[in-house]
């Protein structure tokens, strides 16, 4: 089959199945360990999203699965909110969920899948960026679409297209909770595609305080690696998890004690 014909049977098929989608209401339900969820389809890669949901990143899910009650927890790269949405799902009015995610179209998707799900009391989304320092700067955007990733705030990669630029805040955690008075969170989810090493050390009040009780975070290099488990042994967390589970990204749990 030729090239050109190929990709437009797909597009074709792709466009249809959308279009299905969204006389239906625009969303789909999957069912997440249990908890059925609705995630709004808005094209391919959302849908990808949602069908991917149970087996993407199954250990978020079981680190998610080890929440203690009455628990306050931030989602650092929020996307559209699949690891916002499924806490409170699981554990309802016991948790309460502070979602962080700066790309705007994601954001939209973030607010809308909260809408969906009937969860405003328990989920609060910011389009904002948490940062190594607290500034005005740019969000530089390789793909600007729904569900899309690999944003990154403050500098350009250069080994990557930008298809965007947005203007952005970026704010530091202990900026976050000292200045502007959000609580010490129990429970954080880092995973930022690039500023994680810049986060942590921005963060070293908050992840020092005794009220946090477990970090996960997906980190590249040998070196970032490296660099984080010796910030957060300082903070007084410690390694509990190294694993690749997570569709090939090298995930750390850390927990307190």
């Not at 993407?56 to 899910?61: N, S, Y």
């Not at 809308?112 to 955007?141: M, Q, R, W």
């Not at 900026?175 to 502007?180: A, E």
């Not at 946090?212 to 390694?239: C, F, P």
Request: proline residues 5%.
């Amino acid at each position: 089959m030729p090239p050109s014909l190929y990709l437009f049977l797909k597009n074709f098929w792709s466009g249809l199945l959308l279009s299905l989608y969204k006389i239906r209401g625009g969303y789909t339900k999957v069912n997440v360990r249990g908890q059925l969820i609705k995630i709004s389809v808005d094209n391919w890669r959302t849908l990808k999203r949602a069908k991917t949901y149970s087996i993407k990143e199954p250990d978020t899910l079981d680190w998610l699965d080890k929440f203690e009650p009455d628990s306050c927890y931030f989602d650092l790269g929020a996307n559209i909110g699949q690891y916002s949405l499924y806490p409170v799902k699981k554990y309802g009015n016991k948790i309460h969920v502070y979602s962080f995610e700066p790309q705007s179209i994601n954001y939209y998707l973030l607010n809308k899948n909260i809408h969906l799900n009937k969860l405003k009391d328990n989920i609060t989304p910011y389009c904002i960026a948490v940062s190594g320092k607290s500034e005005f700067s740019k969000l530089y955007i390789p793909k600007f679409i729904p569900g899309g990733n690999r944003s990154q705030f403050g500098e350009a990669d250069m080994k990557k297209q930008t298809n965007h630029t947005q203007g952005m805040f970026g704010v530091t955690l202990d900026d976050l909770c000292s200045v502007w008075n959000f609580p010490i969170p129990n429970y954080i989810k880092i995973d930022v595609d690039g500023i994680e090493i810049p986060i942590i050390k921005g963060a070293m009040n908050v992840l020092g305080n005794h009220a946090v009780k477990s970090v996960i975070v997906e980190l590249g290099t040998d070196r970032e690696q490296k660099e984080a488990v010796t910030l957060m042994k300082q903070a007084g967390l410690n390694l509990k998890l190294k694993t690749k589970r997570n569709w090939g990204e090298t995930c750390f749990v850390f927990e307190r004690g």
